[in-house]
């Protein structure tokens, strides 16, 4: 039995001098759209409720007016005006982005090497398993006891020092290795450096070796064939590398304040010190500043490489 749609298909091949290719009926592309909104609906539906409403109830929040006992849904921008005009609230907007930049660049200076030899050089697929297990080992414990377990590593009689003072390196204990930028950033770069070395490694695994191989035979060496072939195939693991490690640097708060005594700020932390003194006003504009910037970074790190095109 013919159906409609496809006598108006027929007519349209006849009308075509039937040299044309098959025209998809009207019908089926429709019934084709609606089963597609069905599929994304779910998906539309938990980010509108879960992401997009709790970052405009923010927003809003962050212009009502503060007070010290209590908050008041009457808006103002003064909340926005301190934010901007405080040194302390400024501090913290440096103090993230410089901690942000420096443990980037740690995680991509250890991981890309691990991500190099694992993904390229390791081409046996069960020890390439083996070593990215190994890699997230420290995962199966909690991630208090993997931040708190820097404190006798990184302390004036930790293991750190009393190695150094063995080898001879130094006569007494660095007491910046804890308590300090420094020991802030030595956690994240540990904690985080897996994110790196795991799509780094991914992307590196999908090159064919075949092109190493024809590059080495027309006499190109390692440096020429990394900086024209392996770099430029490994980007995208790069970016989403970079991405992994900035989204969850830029949010932290508990590595800096277990490692840093309290004394590296970042705006996590003063989400943390305003939602505790119920200041949600100023609490809700550094949220709104620290989602801008995460956007921005993600961003920026996505206009770098096609994402849709590599992967």
Sequence with gaps: ?????????????????????????????????????????????????????PIAMILYVSFWTQTTFAIQPILTTRSWVTFFTSGTYLDALWTTIRIWLTVLAATLLV????????????????????????????FWTSFLIRVLAWRPMLGKEGAINIVLQWLGLTNAPIEALLFSDLSVV????????????????????RIDPNI?????????????????????????????GSIFVSVMVLGEFATSA?????????????????????????????????????????????????LRKEL
């Excluded at 539906?45 to 997009?52: P, T, Y």
């Excluded at 770069?189 to 991914?202: L, W």
């Design 212 to 240: 190493i191989e024809a590059a080495r035979d027309l006499g190109a060496g390692f440096g020429r064939i990394f900086r024209t072939i392996i770099l430029p195939l490994s980007l995208p693991g790069v970016v989403v």
């Design 186 to 205: 030595i956690g994240m770069t540990q904690i985080y450096c897996v994110f790196m070395v795991g799509p780094i490694a991914f992307m590196l695994g």
């Design 111 to 138: 991981g890309y090497p691990t991500g190099l030899f694992v993904g390229l050089f390791v081409r046996n697929k069960t020890l390439q398993t083996v070593l990215l297990t190994l890699c997230v080992i420290p």
């Design 258 to 306: 277990a490692l840093s005594g309290r004394k590296v700020n970042l705006l996590g932390n003063i989400i943390v010190t305003q939602v505790g003194s119920l200041k949600w006003a100023f609490a809700s504009v550094a949220g709104v500043v620290l989602t801008v910037i995460i956007g921005a970074v993600v961003a920026g790190l996505l206009r770098i490489v096609d």
């Design 1 to 53: 039995m013919k159906t409609l749609a496809g006598t108006v298909g027929e007519d349209v091949a006849v009308a075509t001098g039937g040299s044309a290719a098959p025209v998809r009926p009207a019908a089926g592309r429709r019934a084709g759209s609606r089963s597609a909104y069905w599929l994304v609906a779910p998906g539309v539906a938990w980010m509108a409720l879960f992401l997009v409403l």
